[in-house]
């Protein structure tokens, strides 16, 4: 199942649009910001499908029937660039607990790349429900790389993705390896590059929330 944000929210579609426009995306604060903002609005979006329980909350003049959220979920993030995402995921999970995965393409003479995974902190997952930040999903091998590595910690409850702008292959790919995730996106596009990037895409969305090129 995939769902486009921006079909819900006009508000999602207009943050999108100014992480792909060249003139705005290179205020790096903006560019964050925008990628947090998808991070909350997805969180909500999320909660919504997640278990809640009854409780009786006592209030200064009495008792009120609430309705709290059972458990919160493990929120986990593909260095670097998936930081920005997470702490908008985390702006509303707040008490959720938190798996950091390095992962990064190793690029081969011919144009190829291998993802390659060396880092990995992560409470166990049993059972958990598990959110993935990553805020391009391309190819989709990262994502499923991670997947893969974050079920040796446990077999979650459910897992959802988080992105900012998905790639009909990439989705396919993730789908057919993992069918059960939920993709969580603010826009779907159609091409890929030889390299793996998005088109139209945005660029590459470690750089621009960080400056690390
Ligand atoms: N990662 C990015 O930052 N951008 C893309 O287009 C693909 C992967």
Redesign the pocket.
């Given at each position: 199942m995939v769902i486009n944000l921006s079909e819900q929210h006009s508000l999602v579609s207009n943050w999108v649009a100014e992480l792909r426009d060249t003139e705005i995306q290179t205020d790096r604060m903006r560019f964050r910001r925008n990628l947090e903002r998808i991070g909350e609005i997805a969180a909500y979006e999320i909660s919504k499908l997640l278990p809640w329980e009854e409780k009786e909350i006592t209030t200064p003049l009495g008792s009120a029937p609430s309705k709290v959220l059972k458990e919160q979920p493990v929120l986990a993030t593909i260095l670097r660039?998936g930081l920005p995402l997470h702490q908008g995921l985390l702006n509303y999970f707040d008490r959720a607990d938190n798996a950091f995965i390095s992962a990064y393409r190793k690029h081969h003479r011919d144009g190829s790349f291998e993802i390659s995974l060396d880092y990995i902190s992560c409470p166990s997952l049993e059972n958990r429900v598990v959110i993935i930040a990553d805020?391009?999903l391309?190819t989709g091998s990262s994502l499923v790389k991670t997947v893969q590595y974050l079920r040796d910690e446990g077999q979650p409850a459910e897992m959802h993705i988080v992105c900012a702008?998905a790639?009909t292959v990439g989705v396919e790919f993730v789908h057919r390896i993992e069918p059960k995730v939920k993709i969580w996106c603010g826009a779907i596009d159609d091409e890929?590059?030889a390299k793996?990037?998005?088109?139209p895409?945005?660029?590459?969305?470690?750089?621009?929330a960080y400056g690390t090129k």
């Open positions: 660039a805020p391009m391309a702008i790639c890929l590059t793996g990037y998005i088109v895409g945005l660029g590459d969305a470690g750089d621009l």
